[in-house]
């Protein structure tokens, strides 16, 4: 079954402990004041593995050689290569033209390391942070980064990019430049600061030059200038995106880049539905495939190349939160807002039977918004929990503090499950929603209608199942097909009733938790807040996970959180495997041992010249 679009996160902030005011930090080659860190590194908890000076990252092969395409397939449509607004629908892979301030490695759940930015500066409050941009650093057409660039960036994203970036950097006070490599974050007082340098850091860079004159509000098919390690070759609308790799790239050989960005060609083909795309793989048309879809995994990896051991299949663990797949409620709209109506609704859905019947007993039930990590909330609250929780108290259901973390119940060997159907009922009942003419009508005489916008054919066999059951308990239950474009507009505009997502939580939550559950974020056209959930309780433990300290204080806060957003019923989760199903023709190398945290199909795997060789002589590639 496929997993669908939606916002992989990294959650990086920190605690405000003193006001904003603090030293501007020491120029170059001064030295730091006192209570100044100075650092290659930036960690939310300080919890550095790679020292200043080391050569590369443990995981990748830094004799990788450079060569070849890497190729895959992406679902829908494009139709603008600006992925920082609203307008349009952007193509899948555009990051690559990107430089940041740091970067992330994949074996550690929370630290970045010097890539614009040579080294950082920050307080011991965080307060404000300082990046040392390197002097060498440069974009696509030769022109120095600076940290005027830098200052562009944030004032830009913040003013005209998409509404989600002003929540990002609510808590931003300024950014200035201090010399022409030296820019200074400055954050509002009395803000969780503890992340906040980390969201800095991870600020795409954007060319005040190359942007003069243009208008970053609207869509385009211009490529936008950058210093990442691609430029796009070429973009076919709705069809093709071919992402070139630069020679002259400026950060190719520093200690985070070596052994990574390997393919000289990384190339996207889009597709309007799952089963066209798997038969292009088939074709040979593109080269690595992730697939999604159990039904496909289970019945068709039986054809020629595979037979013939020119397309290798392999199942890869997958050690991150798997995802908070689900059909999501729109609490906008009335008749959701009661949460023993979003809880009934989702009694009707059947997932053991589905996943014996339709997926091949390929998965498990997502119960938890961090499942398959130790961030999952699971039994009774403890007393640590309880002590977020209990001045919470009236904006929680009675069930967050008397039972266990919601667990859907298991379904039986039939579609229609009894047993969940009466206990939906009963709900519907006490709720005001009884059984008139056949119909769930309210004290106004109005039909419980429930509509699920769906833009993936593949989709149809698990939802109307869903929908019969339903119907079953009287709700006028349905399913509206768009295309994806339709789809990403309405999804923005909050047009729907329910709607199917995905977002991957980090192992260390922070601020994204504002953009995703948060009340702020709530009425921000396009936020990733889909339900529309402005909850005071979910706030407050927001602001808990933001403002740990320490890993243990963040594991009880995310898990008090965990266990309230699953007691307000605001989606009917999904499924998970925690792993990757993938099938690629053997044309690749990858290193020995994959990071935790990242399969590394695009940046660590690299094209095998000989391999390629014999599948072009066997007739299996041109």
Known sequence: MPRLRGSVTIGLVWAALAALSGPAGPARGQEPAADVTVSHALSVFGDVKYPAGFAHFDYVNPDAPKGGEHSTWAFGTFDSLNPYILKGNPAVGLGLLFDTLMVGSDDEPDTLYGLVAESVEYPADRSWVIFNLRPEARFADGSPVTADDVVFSFETLRDKGAPSFRVTFRDFEKAEALGPHRVRFTFRAGASTRDLPLTAAGLPVLSRAFWQGRDFTQSTLEPPLGSGPYRVARADPGKTIVYQRREDWWARDLPVNR????????????YADYTAAFEGFKGGTYNFREEFFSKLWAESYDFPALRNGWVVRETIPDRRPSGTQGWWFNLRREKFRDPRVREAIGLAFNFEWSNRTLFYDLYRRTTSFWENSPLKAEGM????????????RADLPESVFTAPAYVPPEGGPQAADRRSLRRAAKLLEEAGWRIVDGKRRNARGE??????LNDSPSFERIALPFIENLKRLGIEASLRNVDPAQEAERRENFDFDIITARF????TPGDELRRIFGSEAAAVKGSNNLTGLANPAIDALIEHVIAAKSREELTVAVHALDRALRALHIWVPNWYKGSHTIAYFDLFGRPGQLPPYSMGEIDLWWWDAAKAERLRAAGAIR
Do not use: H, Q
Request: overall charge negative.
């Open 259 to 270: 052994g990574r960005f390997n393919f000289d060609e990384i190339r996207f083909e889009y």
């Open 381 to 392: 609250p403890s007393a640590a929990e309880l002590a977020l929780l209990e001045p919470l």
């Open 447 to 452: 039909i419980l209608t429930v509509e699920f």
């Open 504 to 507: 991957v939580l980090s192992l």
